[in-house]
């Protein structure tokens, strides 16, 4: 979680939304990206698909099978949607996201009948330095 947490104070830096993600396999990081939507601009770079975009890409496979997803934010319904298609064993997620997440709170992805696949789901690691970080970055812009 903390190389996550590095990812979302970078993007804070770069005037994105603070949000990083990393895929690990075997104790091995496989990929990391931040959210990247203005850089872009599109508005479906969150960081867990570009995560999930670089480590298929880097294993070669559209399935991650085996592997960990660490986001510092609840994923939305399309990224929780995503991480099923992927194949995602174990989800870590800091804090939790009752506007605009998509795993305890709103669509409750992996609750769904139609969800062919569930990850493991452990929430709230990191919650407090996650959830400060995004309180200081929307204040700063209101």
């Known amino acids: 979680m903390r190389q996550a947490l590095l990812l979302a104070e970078a993007a ?48 070669g496979q559209e399935r991650l099978t085996g592997c960990d997803l660490w986001v510092t934010l609840e994923p939305c319904a399309m990224c929780a949607g995503a991480i099923a298609h992927a194949r995602i064993a174990r989800l870590y997620y800091a804090a939790s996201d009752p506007k605009g997440g998509g795993v305890e709170h709103g669509a409750r992805v992996f609750d769904q009948p139609t969800c062919h696949h569930r990850p493991e789901i452990y929430a709230g690691l990191g919650e407090g330095e996650a959830a400060a970080l995004l309180r200081d970055f929307f204040a700063a812009r209101r």
């Open 12 to 59: 804070a830096q770069a005037g994105e939304v603070p949000i990083g993600a990393v895929v690990v396999r075997d104790g091995v990081v496989i990929a990391s990206a931040a959210n990247e939507t203005r850089a872009r601009p599109d508005p479906t770079a969150h960081a867990e698909m570009l995560a999930i975009r670089r480590a298929a890409e880097a294993l």
